[in-house]
């Protein structure tokens, strides 16, 4: 059974401090990795695509890297703007993805 | 540019009554999916299509239908409300392209309460 787990549930920083996101995934068969920022109240916003290990994407202060098991979202020096719920997705086909519960980050001043 | 669109944004039914969520996407997208969101949890599937005229079953199927008449339009239903149903759902579409391995594009939900 495919499955995704997020680690930790729950983030805390203070702004300027460097972090890093966890998602465990077993699957058979990986088509793609996805990360999703989600803001309260709204539907998830696409971040990156990763398909294979080794990958690396990075946007503004984010970082996404991936492994054969998991992969990281890296937040550099954060600020109070980057607190959001982050999702990993794991693509194993066309028409079916599993998400994780997701990590929520709050990004304090 | 309105991507994924929604309705309704909110909705109160009545155990046992029946309803519709609408999704329509303006990108041309081949994929469509349904996912419901509970408290602290990820998203589930419960139905997607990969083509006009195509529906299959996802993660959490079980009191709910779809139907996909238009290329643009994925049509949600629940033919008898349960408060189970409780919680937020979320439309998104995907393109085709490259093996269907493209991120999807999510509406901003319709979040329903079943009393």
């Known amino acids: 059974e495919d499955q995704v787990t997020q680690s930790p549930e729950a983030l805390r920083l203070q702004e300027g401090e460097s972090s890093s996101l966890n998602c465990s995934y077993t699957v058979s068969g990986l088509r793609g990795l996805f990360w999703y920022r989600q803001d309260p109240g709204k539907g998830p916003e696409f971040l990156f695509t990763?398909?294979?290990a080794g990958e690396e994407k990075e946007k503004e202060r984010l970082k996404a890297t991936l492994t054969k098991k998991e992969s990281f979202l890296h937040i550099t020096a954060p600020k109070p703007e980057d607190s959001a719920t982050y999702l990993c997705?794991?693509?194993?086909?066309?028409?079916?993805?599993?998400f994780g519960d997701g990590t929520t980050l709050t990004v304090k001043p | 540019n309105a991507g994924v669109t929604q309705t309704p944004k909110f909705r109160v039914l009545k155990t046992g009554q029946s309803m519709t969520l609408l999704c329509a996407q303006d990108m041309n997208h081949e994929y469509m999916y349904w996912y419901r969101q509970d408290p602290g949890m990820g998203l589930r599937l419960i139905h997607y299509?990969?083509?006009?005229?195509?529906?299959a079953k996802g993660e959490v199927p079980d009191g709910y239908n779809v139907s996909r008449l238009k290329k643009q339009n994925f049509l949600l239903g629940l033919e008898s409300a349960a408060p189970s149903q409780t919680s937020v759902y979320f439309c998104?579409?995907?393109?085709?392209?490259?093996?269907?391995?493209?991120?999807?594009?999510f509406g901003d939900g319709t979040r329903l309460s079943i009393l």
């Open positions: 997705a794991v693509r194993i086909n066309a028409g079916k993805s599993t």
């Open positions: 990763l398909y294979s």
């Open positions: 299509s990969v083509g006009e005229g195509t529906t």
């Open positions: 998104a579409s995907s393109t085709d392209s490259q093996g269907g391995t493209q991120p999807q594009h």
